[in-house]
């Protein structure tokens, strides 16, 4: 038994649904940072670049995997969210998968945490 321990707990937490409201989701990620986020990843096995814009269930009994969106570019010529997976170097972009802006693509504005 450890008798001298101590943990730190962040209560910081907050959850966010963002369906129909992706510009809410691009406003949290200026102003708060990357947040975390379940998605539908049944799809993300034979990613090998580029972005995602069909053909990715959104709905929320699809989801089955977490991630960390880190990041958006709307610029682009397809706007698109920058998001860091688990599954090391050898995903996608070097770690990264890219999903379009807009129709809830792979779920990824059904819920989402931030710290």
């Known amino acids: 038994m450890l008798s001298n321990t101590s943990a730190l707990a962040n209560t910081n937490r907050v959850c966010f649904s963002f369906v129909d409201a992706e510009t809410e989701l691009l406003t949290l990620l200026v102003t708060h ?3 975390a986020a379940a998605v539908n990843a049944i799809s993300w096995q034979n990613y090998l670049g580029g972005i995602i814009q069909y053909n990715c269930d959104g709905s929320f009994n699809s989801l ?3 991630v ?3 990041g958006y570019d ?3 010529r397809i706007p698109h969210y920058i998001i860091k997976n688990s599954w090391g170097p050898s995903f996608g972009n070097k770690g990264y998968i890219y999903i379009a ?3 809830n693509l792979c779920g ?3 819920e989402q945490v931030g710290m």
């Open 108 to 110: 990824k504005t059904n």
């Open 101 to 103: 802006v807009g129709k």
């Open 64 to 66: 089955n995997h977490a």
């Open 74 to 76: 709307t610029e682009a």
């Open 68 to 70: 960390q969106i880190v």
């Open 33 to 35: 940072g990357p947040v």
